[in-house]
């Protein structure tokens, strides 16, 4: 089959759009296919996004799980700038000043 049949062919079998439908609780599961596409899993948030045809639904990002470790140091028993960070790394390592 030639290429632009396939594509035709491709293109007639693609859907309009996906629907859903919403429940009494205003509850609306959301398609295997979008949920792929968003990567999004059980316990994760979504955001609505007003747009001037609609909403835009977006995976709401949240706290960034990396944040509490921003900065250099303060880790427990470590103090807090390069300094703190050199002892304590000599110290873990079993570094001496006669070394």
């Known amino acids: 089959m030639p290429v632009q049949a396939k594509a035709a062919l491709a293109h007639r079998a693609?859907?309009?759009?996906?629907?859903?439908?919403?429940?009494s609780k205003g509850q609306v599961t959301i398609p295997a296919a979008i949920r792929k596409s968003l990567?999004?899993?059980?316990?994760d948030r979504l955001r609505f996004e007003p747009q001037k045809s609609g909403f835009r639904v977006v995976r709401h990002a949240g706290e960034?799980?990396?944040e509490k470790?921003?900065?250099?140091?303060?880790f427990p028993g470590m103090g807090?700038?390069?300094e703190a960070i050199?002892?304590?790394?000599?110290?873990?390592?079993?570094?001496?000043?006669?070394d």
């Open 14 to 23: 693609a859907p309009k759009g996906i629907s859903a439908k919403i429940t």
């Open 39 to 43: 990567g999004v899993k059980p316990g």
């Open 64 to 66: 960034n799980p990396f």
């Open 69 to 74: 470790w921003r900065g250099i140091g303060g």
């Open 80 to 82: 807090k700038g390069r």
């Open 86 to 98: 050199v002892a304590y790394f000599r110290e873990m390592r079993g570094h001496d000043d006669l």
